[in-house]
């Protein structure tokens, strides 16, 4: 069973952290049961396992360093964090299978908003086709990230997750390079000109889980 978690207001990086680990701790021992937190946090940054100095342009939030996998990304108001606690001992203990879940239940979710997300080489996340911008250098049809995905394990089981934007400021990605990809850009549901909210993703997210997660 998965025990779903909405939290109001926004939750404080180090706070969420403290509280995932000791979840983490007690999914594992048999005390707890699975967990979907459903956060916002304070504008802020996190940097990955592979971060590179490089891609701090601007320090202009907090920096927090984390276990995750990935690279640099921002986290703010407007965004919906979905933290992953699952189990894998129970679901296969086959780290890409998982991401590629995670990756399906986020395409799967914006799916019933019309948006088509997609998946590609090289560039964990969940990204949108833009013919209405102008081409890359190289011709290449420029591209937008709309979700992030980073995971840290412990004993197996998933802590930290996905972030969805849903109407962040888009603004504040300008203080890092997102996940360490220069050319392509980052965006949002409202940006696609969807009137969708933050109560309207919770819900898309948690059909969209039965589907992919058993």
Request: hydrophobic share 40%; proline share 6%; with cysteine.
């Amino acid at each position: 069973m998965v025990e779903w978690i909405i939290s109001d207001g926004l939750t404080g990086h180090e706070d969420a952290v403290r509280l995932m680990e000791a979840r983490v701790a007690d999914i594992g021992a048999g005390r707890a049961n699975e967990a979907i937190w459903l956060v916002e946090h304070p504008p802020l940054y996190t940097a990955g396992t592979s971060a590179r100095p490089e891609d701090l342009l601007d320090a202009r939030f907090p920096v927090h360093p984390t276990g995750r996998g990935g690279q640099y990304t921002y986290h703010g108001p407007g965004q919906r964090i979905a933290y992953v606690m699952l189990d894998l001992n129970r679901r296969g203990r086959d780290v890409r299978a998982f991401v590629t879940q995670l990756e399906g239940w986020v395409i799967d979710a914006l799916g019933r908003f019309g948006v088509t997300g997609h998946v590609r080489a090289g560039r964990v996340g969940v990204w949108i086709e833009r013919p209405d911008k102008p081409p890359l250098p190289d011709g290449a049809m420029r591209e937008d990230k709309i979700a992030a995905i980073g995971i840290k394990l412990r004993r197996w089981v998933s802590f930290h997750g996905i972030s969805v934007n849903v109407d962040p400021d888009l603004g504040h990605y300008a203080g890092i390079v997102p996940c360490g990809i220069i050319g392509h850009g980052v965006t949002s549901l409202v940006d696609l000109g969807l009137p969708v909210g933050m109560a309207d993703l919770d819900v898309a997210l948690r059909d969209s889980f039965r589907d992919r997660f058993a």
